[in-house]
């Protein structure tokens, strides 16, 4: 139950945690290769903003792969995957862990929690670039490093069933309707699809997030929105002699149709439009990135050889046995 | 010749007439013989005659062959039961363990109790004497002082009656702490519980039905959503999911509590 759960407890933000804890993020990755820089370098650096579209172009990406995928999954497979790699960008830099293998390692968490059953090989196969055993051994090791982030809390309410509920609910209610509103569904699920690209899923519960579809499908189908605010009304127990009043019950309408408004905004402003010649700029300043990065392991090491090779070599991981089932 | 167990020789004709009641007296030894128990001597001499008798009616007995047996086992049986005859006889009457401890205890008892009715006869008889020699005292008390009989005789009774007092209070004591134990014995019956659990006093509970915090428009009962024709919007359960205890309002249900709850989330 959504009331009671971790993600309303601990995974709801307002948009300006969301920005602050991304900032953070991106401010640790920074002050960890500061004093090793030459002067100029710092430029190089992606900022919190570019970090953002780099994420958004990956989850772009992610939706294709989503929609390509044998066997078909369900849809909160999808939400839930997206509701990790979010989380997980909270705290972590997108130019530190490669935000594309990530989302892969997401789906196959996604699948996992969500019970939708397929194998890493079978997984793998679904993947275009990468050898399959390069790609199962770092999904693979990626997976419990993910739930520790994620702090074990991996249920994920996604939006799908209260739209069902809404949906049956205006069936049942609004008998007098004069078109059939099967048809706001797959407008409904355009909604979702852009909304997986924003941040709504980490700010509001899922059944609002459902009624900003509904009303979503009810616009773009060219039908008023009135019918949902009388729908609304009707859910309430508003009754028809009570229109204007200020009744506790009008009051919550009113509130819930501005929350919706409010929702639809957000996907409207946070969704990106990234033009291919974006993605190309971005792409030339990662690969910059990456080379520095490879330079900046090189400095480290002559550091340490330099100070007598004391301790660990840099880059030298402690292996943590990894916890899986699957190998 | 005929010749009988007793090995004492007998012509056929004698053993007609001796035995003609079937049953009769030996004529050398008077032993009680039986007539059909005579037969045709064979050796000449009497003694290897019985001698020779008696072996082969042991030979019945015992050392019996394999063929002797209908199966293997019967013989074994036999065998064992013959080889080891006299163990089993010593065994039979040797005492084990346990039935050596009820004897020791058994007897320990006994002298036990012994001892302690030889103590209380004593006992008996020393007070006797006490008895004795107390009135004998006073006697002699009587005979020789010059005190007057009467404040001896006083003392006496006065003494005697003080002993008398003391014994009663004696049994009264033993009375009331038998009293007290009986009283308790009863009270820990009453109490006396089977189970291993300790009686715990504390209040009763009371169930209190939970609260579904939804924060949201309440929820139609699951009669509201069979009458309101909520069902008729949704894909009816197959046979075995109902058979399965799945019923199409319980999906249902899901999913319009998942859209109420935190719909009012500001």
């Known amino acids: 139950m959504y009331a009671t759960s971790s993600q309303k407890k601990d995974w709801t933000f307002t948009s300006e945690e969301i920005a602050l804890r991304r900032k953070n993020a991106n401010n640790i990755f920074r002050a960890k290769h500061k004093e090793l820089l030459s002067k100029g370098e710092e430029e190089l650096f992606l900022n919190p903003e570019d970090e953002l579209i780099m994420q958004r172009i990956v989850e772009d990406a992610a939706t294709r792969f989503a929609d390509k995928f044998r066997p078909h999954i369900w849809p909160s497979v999808k939400w839930t995957a997206y509701a990790y790699f979010k989380r997980l960008f909270l705290d972590w830099s997108a130019s530190e862990s490669s935000p594309k293998i990530v989302i892969m390692a997401c789906f196959y968490l996604a699948m996992k929690t969500d019970e939708f059953y397929v194998t890493i090989d079978e997984f793998v196969s679904n993947l275009s670039t990468g050898s399959p055993e390069q790609n199962t051994s770092r ?141 190309l700029q971005l792409q030339k300043r990662a690969g910059a990135l990456t080379e520095l990065m490879s330079e900046l392991t090189r400095r480290r090491s002559e550091q340490w050889k330099a100070n007598g090779s004391i301790g660990k070599a840099p880059g030298d991981v402690d292996e943590q046995p990894v916890d899986s089932d699957d190998e | 010749m005929m010749i009988n167990e007793c090995g004492h020789p007998l012509c056929k004709n004698c053993v007609e007439n001796l035995f003609a009641r079937n049953s009769g007296n030996c004529h050398v030894c008077s032993r009680l013989l039986k007539k059909n128990g005579y037969r045709e001597q064979i050796f000449d001499d009497p003694l290897i005659d019985k001698e020779t008798a008696i072996r082969r009616r042991l030979r019945k007995i015992y050392n019996l062959k394999r063929d002797d047996f209908p199966t293997l086992r019967e013989f074994n049986d036999y065998q064992e039961r013959e080889k080891n005859k006299d163990t089993i006889e010593r065994n039979k009457r040797r005492l084990d363990e346990d039935q050596k401890w009820i004897e020791d205890n058994l007897r320990d008892e006994r002298a036990m109790k012994n001892r302690i009715n030889e103590v209380l006869a004593q006992e008996s008889k020393e007070n006797e004497n006490t008895a004795v020699t107390d009135t004998k005292a006073i006697m002699e008390e009587l005979r020789e002082s010059n005190v007057a009989a009467e404040i001896i005789l006083d003392r006496e009774r006065k003494r005697q009656i003080e002993k008398e007092l003391e014994e009663k209070e004696e049994q009264e004591k033993r009375k009331r702490i038998h009293k007290e134990l009986l009283q308790d014995r009863k009270r820990h019956a009453e109490s006396m519980s089977f189970t291993s659990t300790m009686r715990v006093a504390g209040r009763p509970y009371t169930h209190q039905p939970l609260d579904l915090v939804i924060n949201g428009p309440t929820l139609p009962s699951m009669k509201d959503i069979e009458t309101m024709g909520y069902l008729t919007h949704m894909k009816a359960a197959s046979a075995g999911r109902v058979a399965g205890g799945y019923t199409s309002s319980l999906g249902c249900m899901r999913a319009i509590f998942e859209s109420r709850v935190d719909l009012l989330a500001f």
């Open chain 1, 139 to 279: 999904i693979l090791g990626l997976e419990p490093e993910i739930m520790r982030s994620l702090n074990y809390n991996l249920t994920v309410h996604a939006p799908y069933r209260p739209f069902e509920g809404h949906l049956m609910e205006m069936k049942t209610r609004m008998v007098l309707l004069a078109f059939d509103l099967e048809t706001i569904r797959n407008d409904a699920f355009k909604f979702f699809d852009k909304a997986l690209q924003t941040d709504v899923m980490m700010m509001f519960s899922p059944s609002q997030i459902s009624l900003a579809a509904i009303k979503y499908g009810l616009v773009t189908q060219g039908k008023s929105p009135d019918i949902l605010k009388e729908f609304l009304a009707k859910l309430f127990g508003v009754e028809d002699n009570a229109w204007g009043s200020s009744s506790e019950g009008m009051k919550n309408v009113v509130k819930l149709m501005e929350r919706i408004e409010v929702i639809i905004n957000t996907v409207e402003e946070d969704f990106m439009n990234i033009n291919d010649a974006d993605r």
